[in-house]
Each structure stands twice: as C-alpha cells, then as structure tokens.
C-alpha cells in the first residue's frame, strides 16, 4: 500500500484547550477510512489541519510526502461540514466558482454528478433541502482531480434516503488510485463504505483498524464497536 497521508504526533491547541493530542497515523493510496468520533472529539480540527486551513500547535503531516502548505493544496480536496456555497448562487453559479477557483476542477465529471444527484444546475442554492444541499457540497468536492478527499460530515443531519443516495454517489464516482477520509458520528447504514476507521475520542486516537479485520476479530459491526467505545460520551 503506497503512503498518501502521514500524521505524525499533531497537538492542537486552542488557548487552554487541547482539541488534539499527539495524534498519529497513516492512510495509504486507494482506501476510504471513517474517522468516527462524537461530537467534540476533534474530527472537523484534524480536517482542517489536513487541508491547510489552520495549523497544528505541534508536530507535522503531509501528503505524499509534501508538506502541507500551499504545495499541497493541489492534492487535498475539502469538504467542510458547513456549505461553501453563497445563497444568492444557482448550482450553475458554484460550479463556475469552483471551476475559477481550483484548476483542477472537471467540469464533465461535475455534469455527470449533478445528474446522478437529480440536481439541475438552474435550481437556487438556497431552495435546496438540506439532503440536496449536501449533494451538491460533495459534488463540489468530488469533481476536483486530487489524491485525498477529506470529508467533514457529508451525512449530517439528512434522512436515511438521502443518505444513501450520497454513499452511492460516492462509491460511483471516488476514482480508485486517491483516498477518502470522512468524519462522521452516524455510524450506521455507512459503515459499508470503509476499508478502516480511526476511532478519535477527545482529542486522541483510541482504535485504527481495518474494517474486515476488526469484524473478523471481535465478531462485530462497526456500529457496535463504535457505541461500547463511546457509550458514556
Ligand atoms: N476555533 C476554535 N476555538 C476554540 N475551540 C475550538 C475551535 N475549534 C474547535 N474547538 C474545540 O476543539 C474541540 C474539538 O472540536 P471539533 O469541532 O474538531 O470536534 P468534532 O469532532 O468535529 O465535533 P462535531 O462532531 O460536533 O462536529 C472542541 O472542544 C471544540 O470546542
């Protein structure tokens, strides 16, 4: 397995408060990794981190062996867990902004997405639902050519139809030589999608496994791991 992303011992710190603590681990090219935590456990802090948008108090990370500055922005696609999209926007709109914005945007692969999603790109920004809105954000993400796709809580809050329509998108469309990490706290109906999981609890990583291994080992589903390890969170 070739190494995509190297985490070595990042601690972030916010004044008095440690969202991350000497965390460390790997992923290698061509999987997708659930980074499951409860609310507060330092998920959308480690993303942020990833992406370059903030920076560790200590410790280093990169991405293919590039550090992560402004050299990795090219390898690094993100979906954070709030839209990036402007209300005023049609989907036509975000697509074009995208497209300006990173020059690695395909524009094909955005159409064919957009159709999958049942999104049409004269409908308003802000007439979608919450589930569509989603859609949209990880079309967005998804369409850029990058080797890691980090995303932050694409299911968050959308009903388990909707829900599906998202984890089959992104099994169609996640092209096999780049990985994904996505965060979430809604283990159940997604714990299909992972190859692995990074279990994060208040800042630290308590459990990185391969899925297959785990079940195989302890006789149980994601699901089940996840709520004994955080039952009392
Ligand atoms: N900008 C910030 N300033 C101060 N504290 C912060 C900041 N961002 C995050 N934190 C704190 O860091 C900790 C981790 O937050 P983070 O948002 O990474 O958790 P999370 O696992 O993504 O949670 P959720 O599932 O609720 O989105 C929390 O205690 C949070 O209050």
């Given at each position: 397995?070739?190494?995509?992303?190297?985490?070595?011992?990042?601690?972030?710190?916010?004044?008095?408060?440690?969202?991350?603590?000497?965390?460390?681990?790997?992923?290698?090219?061509?999987?997708?990794?659930?980074?499951?935590?409860?609310?507060?456990?330092?998920?959308?802090?480690?993303?942020?981190?990833?992406?370059?948008?903030?920076?560790?108090?200590?410790?280093?990370?990169?991405v293919?062996?590039?550090?992560?500055?402004?050299?990795s922005?090219?390898?690094?696609?993100?979906?954070?867990?709030?839209?990036?999209?402007e209300?005023?926007?049609?989907v036509g709109?975000?697509?074009r902004?995208?497209?300006?914005?990173?020059?690695?945007?395909?524009?094909?692969?955005?159409?064919?997405?957009?159709?999958?999603?049942?999104?049409?790109?004269?409908?308003?920004?802000?007439?979608?639902?919450?589930g569509?809105?989603?859609?949209?954000?990880?079309?967005?993400?998804?369409?850029?050519?990058?080797?890691l796709?980090l995303?932050?809580?694409?299911?968050?809050?959308v009903?388990?139809?909707?829900?599906?329509?998202?984890?089959?998108?992104?099994?169609e469309?996640?092209?096999?030589?780049?990985?994904?990490?996505?965060?979430?706290?809604?283990?159940?109906?997604?714990?299909?999608?992972f190859?692995?999981v990074?279990f994060?609890?208040?800042?630290?990583?308590?459990?990185?496994h391969?899925?297959?291994?785990?079940?195989?080992?302890?006789?149980?589903?994601?699901?089940?791991?996840?709520?004994?390890?955080f039952a009392?969170?």
């Amino acid at each position: 397995m070739d190494e995509l992303l190297e985490i070595q011992n990042v601690t972030k710190r916010f004044g008095s408060r440690q969202a991350l603590n000497e965390v460390s681990f790997r992923l290698g090219a061509g999987t997708i990794t659930g980074l499951l935590g409860s609310n507060g456990s330092g998920k959308s802090t480690l993303m942020k981190l990833i992406a370059g948008l903030s920076r560790p108090s200590s410790g280093r990370i990169s991405v293919i062996g590039v550090p992560v500055g402004m050299d990795s922005k090219s390898l690094v696609s993100f979906m954070p867990d709030v839209p990036v999209t402007e209300s005023w926007m049609k989907v036509g709109d975000a697509l074009r902004f995208q497209q300006d914005f990173y020059p690695d945007f395909d524009q094909s692969k955005a159409l064919r997405m957009l159709e999958f999603m049942k999104l049409r790109t004269e409908d308003k920004v802000r007439t979608l639902s919450k589930g569509m809105n989603e859609r949209l954000q990880l079309t967005l993400a998804l369409s850029r050519r990058a080797r890691l796709y980090l995303l932050d809580e694409p299911i968050g809050g959308v009903d388990p139809v909707a829900r599906t329509k998202i984890l089959n998108a992104l099994m169609e469309f996640y092209e096999e030589d780049s990985s994904i990490l996505l965060s979430t706290h809604l283990v159940t109906d997604i714990e299909r999608i992972f190859d692995e999981v990074i279990f994060l609890k208040d800042g630290e990583i308590v459990l990185h496994h391969s899925v297959e291994a785990l079940r195989q080992e302890r006789g149980k589903s994601i699901d089940e791991l996840f709520r004994e390890v955080f039952a009392e969170c």
